[in-house]
């Protein structure tokens, strides 16, 4: 059984070499049918524009754009 992280006075307890052997690091990898995968795709410029100025994360909601038109048609 892993000790809690806290003490009975809610204080964090020092974390041993232990602790650090057995830690996991990132999330745990996704089933392959549920991964994205990587494509080569042409778009129009203004579009490309349209996606990029809204800065970072510009991949992410051209892909939840699509995932709207799929569900609408």
Known sequence: MNKPLNDNNGEARELDDNFFKKA???????PES???QRV???L???LLDYFKRGGKGWQTRINAALQEYKGEH
């Open 44 to 46: 129009d410029p203004d």
């Open 40 to 42: 080569t795709l042409y």
């Open 24 to 30: 996991r690091r990132g999330r745990p990898a996704l």
């Open 34 to 36: 549920c991964r994205k």
